[in-house]
């Protein structure tokens, strides 16, 4: 499955398969050389080497190498990788081509001219911990840091100039005018002749652009995209010999009347977090598992996935925009400090990978939200500072959609005024300290009421709120009639008293999405709270790991189709 935006026109090498491969177990990725190994074993591109094994939570570097044949000469390449995880090198016939220290970021690198013939590439990538090398993805992260490709990977033969993306955005989803911005790369210098056409328009349109330019038309015989009826358009753009297929969806969103505003109508969040991880594959899920896991959203009565907490593969908001569900994606960020987040580095890194997030993945019309940080310190001036920054490049990217971040500071933050919509994390009777006496579900109502007095003080009277996580664990196949802890009774109730809390209150409270989906990993043998994660897992999915259904599911299903 190729994700958009597709190139009919070039010369593209699929990269993905199998590759030779060798481990260093406990090696920092500057202390190999992945030109010259000697391979002992074999990998998948993509997929996670720790997740074999033969290698399975180890941490230390994975070379990998495999030849590739180009049939013709070529002024310019473009290494597109999906999403790697830690930190990765490319070489191509022992020349570096790119580093990456972006974890789950689509990124792209130039390769130089590429001459007809046989080819050796080589990557190392790197899933070790260290506070000065990765500074994204830190050790007491609530996931676990996988190695080695979690998505796929390809090589494009490039003119001296070429299309890089066309950004679709609606402008009035009533009439079906759009803005198309062009982009280009190479050598992007002066105006550029394009064509154009929609979906199975016969003429082309002809526009003069220059990189970076857009131009306002009408969409013929346009629909809009919306859950229940997510039509998808197609624009087709050529520009000299290069040829791009982006999709997108008519449909706009704003905030208004504390209600998110789907196409000007209010529409009311019923989702989960979800984690793109599964026991065999990591973050490298197949398509299989990824329609599994909407079939069951959709099952449930959702029509919303907070996909946390990082960016999100192409394919799956695909399948999305699909699907009609609505997607919260955000950049990678968890439990941050006031330090990490004082630290230039981070802020900068922060900004690169969030930008690449927007830029990815604009023409969603599943994604109607942007985040970041997630229950990063918002307390601090340091907090204010990194939040100003990020909310402000997003902006510059797609000013079109909501921006907002998972607060769990809800008695001091101070960066609400900086966000579309208000979203809170909270684990009354769960996480934290528990009222005496009291039953884990009665601690919920009380403690959102606090919450939502916090911010309805403090914000815009129109200003939406949503709950962003609320759940508990439970441990599959534990069953107790007497629903004590980690059995599916205690989660089936918990989950109950969530949603009937949330709900009750429509005119405070616009949506809600249960922590969480699946069961993931979480740490391996070390870890802020592993005393709360059995086998190393977050067990707050209403499926399993393997996707098998607990006792919440049904209580959730109900409860979903009811609202």
């Known amino acids: 499955m190729r994700s958009y935006p597709l190139y009919p026109g070039r010369s593209i090498t699929d990269l993905n398969g199998i590759w030779a491969f060798r481990f260093c177990e406990g090696t920092f990725l500057e202390e190999v050389d992945?030109?010259?190994?000697?391979?002992?074993?074999?990998?998948?591109?993509?997929?996670?080497?720790?997740?074999?094994?033969?290698?399975?939570?180890?941490?230390?570097?994975?070379?990998?190498?495999?030849?590739?044949?180009?049939?013709?000469?070529?002024?310019?390449?473009?290494?597109?990788?999906?999403?790697?995880?830690l930190r990765a090198r490319f070489r191509i016939d022992g020349k570096e081509v790119g580093f990456t220290n972006l974890p789950y970021s689509g990124v792209e690198f130039e390769t130089g001219p590429l001459k007809a013939g046989r080819h050796v590439i080589t990557a190392a990538i790197d899933?070790?911990?260290?506070?000065?090398?990765?500074?994204?993805?830190?050790?007491?992260?609530?996931?676990?840091?996988?190695?080695?490709?979690?998505?796929?990977m390809e090589l494009h033969q490039l003119p001296e100039c070429a299309l890089d993306r066309v950004q679709v955005r609606t402008l009035c989803h009533e009439t079906g005018k759009v803005?198309?911005?062009?982009?280009?790369?190479?050598?992007?210098?002066?105006?550029?002749?394009?064509?154009?056409?929609?979906?199975?328009?016969?003429?082309?349109?002809?526009?003069?652009?220059?990189?970076?330019g857009s131009v306002e038309c009408t969409v013929p015989g346009f629909r809009i995209w919306s859950p229940e009826n997510p039509h998808?358009?197609?624009?087709?753009?050529?520009?000299?010999?290069?040829?791009?297929?982006?999709?997108?969806?008519?449909?706009?969103?704003r905030t208004g009347k504390r209600c998110v505003l789907l196409n000007g109508k209010p529409i009311y969040l019923k989702g989960f977090n979800r984690h793109e991880s599964h026991p065999e594959f990591g973050p490298a899920t197949p398509e299989q598992v990824m329609i599994e896991d909407l079939q069951n959203l959709?099952?449930?009565?959702?029509?919303?996935?907070?996909?946390?907490?990082?960016?999100?593969?192409?394919?799956f908001l695909d399948l999305c925009d699909e699907f009609g569900m609505l997607v919260w994606e955000e950049s990678l960020g968890w439990g941050n400090s006031a330090a990490q987040m004082a630290d230039p580095e981070f802020r900068a890194l922060q900004e690169q990978q969030t930008r690449l997030m927007v830029r990815n993945s604009?023409?969603?019309?599943?994604?109607?939200?942007?985040?970041?940080l997630n229950e990063q310190d918002s307390s601090t001036p340091e907090g204010y500072a990194i939040t100003e920054q990020l909310v402000r490049s997003i902006k510059e990217e797609d000013s079109s959609r909501i921006v907002t971040f998972a607060c769990n500071r809800t008695g001091n933050d101070i960066c609400h005024p900086l966000l579309d919509m208000i979203s809170y994390n909270t684990y009354p009777g769960w996480i934290g300290e528990h009222l005496e006496g009291v039953e884990p579900p009665d601690e919920i109502p009380p403690m959102?009421?606090?919450i939502l007095k916090y911010f309805r003080d403090r914000i815009g009277e129109d200003t939406p709120i949503m709950v962003s996580e609320m759940g508990c664990c439970s441990i599959y196949g534990q069953r107790d009639p007497a629903g004590s802890q980690w059995s599916e009774e205690f989660q089936a109730e918990y989950l109950e008293a969530v949603i009937q809390a949330v709900s009750s209150v429509p005119d405070e409270i616009c949506g809600l999405t249960i922590?969480?989906?699946?069961?993931?990993?979480?740490?391996?043998?070390?870890?802020?709270?592993?005393?709360?994660?059995?086998?190393?897992?977050?067990?707050?999915?209403?499926?399993?790991?393997?996707?098998?259904?607990?006792?919440?599911?049904?209580?959730?299903?109900k409860l979903y189709g009811n609202l």
Not at 191 to 198: D, E, G
Not at 515 to 541: E, T, V, Y
Request: charged residues 25%; aromatic residues 14%.
């Open 298 to 315: 959709r099952d449930l009565h959702c029509n919303m996935v907070r996909g946390c907490h990082y960016s999100q593969d192409q394919r």
């Open 515 to 557: 922590w969480q989906f699946n069961d993931a990993m979480s740490f391996h043998r070390m870890g802020a709270d592993i005393r709360c994660k059995p086998l190393g897992l977050n067990l707050a999915g209403s499926f399993d790991k393997f996707r098998r259904r607990k006792l919440s599911a049904d209580v959730v299903k």
């Open 179 to 212: 803005s198309l911005r062009f982009l280009f790369n190479g050598d992007t210098q002066g105006t550029k002749t394009v064509r154009y056409r929609f979906d199975t328009e016969n003429e082309f349109r002809i526009a003069e652009v220059i990189s970076g």
């Open 127 to 152: 899933n070790n911990f260290d506070p000065e090398k990765m500074k994204l993805f830190l050790p007491y992260y609530d996931f676990y840091a996988f190695g080695g490709f979690y998505r796929s």
């Open 232 to 253: 998808l358009h197609t624009l087709e753009v050529q520009f000299g010999t290069d040829r791009m297929i982006e999709r997108f969806g008519i449909r706009t969103v």
């Open 362 to 372: 604009i023409n969603h019309p599943s994604g109607i939200i942007w985040a970041f």
């Open 34 to 85: 992945e030109t010259g190994f000697v391979p002992e074993d074999v990998m998948t591109v993509p997929g996670t080497f720790d997740t074999t094994p033969a290698y399975r939570c180890k941490r230390g570097t994975g070379l990998y190498r495999r030849e590739f044949l180009l049939t013709e000469d070529s002024p310019r390449g473009i290494l597109k990788v999906g999403g790697i995880g």
């Open 448 to 450: 959102q009421k606090k």
